[in-house]
């Protein structure tokens, strides 16, 4: 079964960082492109960021590029996001997501994980 | 970057076709795809490219494109059909993805 799992969210003060992990098991995870999207809460999805099977190509939304950083182990069957400088409108669910044929669509998602960002 | 934008409500009686649709600019170069979101849960795939269903997902489900319009229509709504429904497409840049706003499908 494909499935991916995030986990590392948590309650961090404003200006704070967090590093956010997603395992994926069930398929080869390194011939597949991945990304990060969150969810605030009550709110809609918004793309955060792209990432290469390589990890060689990497693309962020204008709102988080400069503080968030995507990365990943193929090796490990990973993917990471880290995220700097956090803000109280960064508060959301983070979901990683697998896009099957770079085409822009995504699928599978994890069940996400919750980040708020609050003194 | 570029935006999608998607009615926020929208309702359907039980057993009747609803359409969802989802505007934007980006539509003209790619294909939307569309995504179903219960309550508590990740959102799902049910349509991508130009008209093409995930396994599992039942064919009451399509898609189809007209200009800078994408259309998600259900044929067929059944009471488990309520969900916010998303768009999404590739930004107009290519290096970009965006989704619209959503759309929340009440079944009467």
């Known amino acids: 079964e494909v499935q991916l799992v995030e986990s590392g969210g948590g309650l961090v003060q404003p200006g704070g960082s967090l590093r956010l992990s997603c395992a994926a098991s069930?398929?080869?995870?390194?011939?597949?492109?991945m990304n990060w999207v969150r969810q605030a809460p009550g709110k809609g999805l918004e793309w955060v960021s792209y990432?290469?099977?390589?990890?060689?190509?990497?693309y962020y939304a204008d709102s988080v590029k400069g503080r968030f950083t995507i990365s990943r182990d193929n090796a490990k069957n990973s993917l990471y996001l880290q995220m700097n400088s956090l803000r109280a409108e960064d508060t959301a669910v983070y979901y990683c997501?697998?896009?099957?044929?770079?085409?822009?669509?995504?699928?599978?998602w994890g069940q996400g994980t919750l980040v708020t960002v609050s003194s | 970057s570029s935006e999608l934008t998607q009615d926020p409500a929208v309702s359907v009686a039980l057993g009747q076709t609803v359409r969802i649709t989802c505007q934007g600019d980006?539509?003209?170069?790619?294909?939307a795809s569309w995504y179903q979101q219960k309550p508590g849960q990740a959102p799902v795939l049910v349509i991508y490219?130009?008209?093409n269903r995930p396994s599992g997902i039942p064919d009451r489900f399509s898609g189809s494109s007209s200009g800078n319009t994408a259309s998600l229509t259900i044929t067929g709504a059944q009471a488990e059909d309520e969900a916010d429904y998303y768009c999404?497409?590739?930004?107009?840049?290519?290096?970009?993805?965006?989704f619209g706003g959503g759309t929340k499908l009440t079944v009467l």
């Open positions: 997501a697998r896009d099957p044929t770079g085409g822009g669509w995504f699928d599978p």
């Open positions: 069930g398929f080869t995870f390194s011939s597949y492109e």
């Open positions: 990432i290469s099977s390589s990890g060689s190509t990497i």
């Open positions: 980006s539509l003209r170069s790619y294909y």
């Open positions: 490219g130009k008209n």
């Open positions: 999404n497409s590739r930004d107009s840049s290519g290096t970009g993805v965006v």
